[in-house]
C-alpha cells in the first residue's frame, strides 16, 4: 500500500493522479495506524509551513513521520518540514534532517518558479532520473546545503534540491509536475 499524507497542505491529489499514471494506487489520509501500515510514505505540500505544522503536531502526525521505518518521500513543503526548523513562520520542523530552511534573498525574482537544473550526487534515488535534465520548481524557501544533501540546484545560490537519511528521501521540486524525468524519480522511489 502507498500512503499520501494529508495534511493542512495542497498538492496531494497531483501527486494521487501522478502515481495513477504510473500505475499504483494509493491512499490519502491522516490515520496513524494507515501511515504505519503503508510500504511507501509520501508527504507532499504546497502551503505555508505554520499552519501545516500545527496540523500535523494536532494529530501527532510530526511524531509518527519520523518514527516511520519503509520509504518516505518529502516533496516541495514536506522536505522543508522534514528539516529542523524553516523561517516561514518561525516553525519547527520534524527534525530528520539537521538544517534550517531559509527565505531567499531578494537579489531575484522570489518565488523560485519554473524549470531548472540539478546537480546529483551519486544516489540510486536520483539514478537515472535528474541527469541532465530539468525539474519544476515552486518555492520561497529553501534547505541548506547540508551531509544529508543528494542533489544541488543554483538559484540566488546553491541549496539542496534533494536529502537522503537512511530511509528518508526528499525533494525541493514537484515531480509530479516535471514530465518524464519526475515520473522516472517517482518509479525510482516506489521501487526502492
Request: hydrophobic share 40%.
Amino acid at each position: 500500500m502507498i500512503a499520501i499524507v494529508k495534511y493542512n497542505a495542497g498538492n496531494t491529489m497531483s501527486v494521487d493522479n501522478a502515481l495513477k499514471r504510473l500505475g499504483y494506487d494509493c491512499i490519502i489520509t491522516d490515520d496513524a495506524a494507515t501511515l504505519q501500515a503503508a510500504d511507501k510514505v509520501l508527504f507532499p505540500g504546497v502551503g505555508h509551513a505554520a499552519p501545516a505544522m500545527a496540523y500535523l503536531k494536532e494529530r501527532g502526525l510530526h511524531e509518527i513521520i519520523r518514527s516511520l521505518t519503509q520509504p518516505v518521500l518529502g516533496i516541495c513543503l514536506g522536505m522543508q518540514l522534514m528539516c529542523s526548523y524553516t523561517e516561514e513562520g518561525s516553525t519547527d520542523g520534524i527534525g530528520i534532517f539537521d538544517t534550517e530552511v531559509l527565505k531567499f534573498p531578494p537579489e531575484d525574482k522570489v518565488p523560485h518558479m519554473g524549470w531548472n537544473s540539478l546537480q546529483c550526487l551519486e544516489n540510486v534515488f536520483l539514478r537515472d532520473a535528474c541527469h541532465e535534465k530539468d525539474m519544476y520548481f515552486v518555492h520561497s524557501y529553501y534547505a541548506e546545503l547540508c551531509e544529508y544533501t543528494t542533489g544541488v540546484t543554483d538559484y540566488i545560490l546553491p541549496f539542496s534540491a534533494a536529502l537522503q537519511k537512511n530511509n528518508f528521501y526528499a525533494v525541493q521540486f514537484h515531480p509530479e509536475k516535471s514530465g518524464s524525468a519526475g515520473e522516472q524519480l517517482l518509479k525510482n522511489f516506489l521501487a526502492l
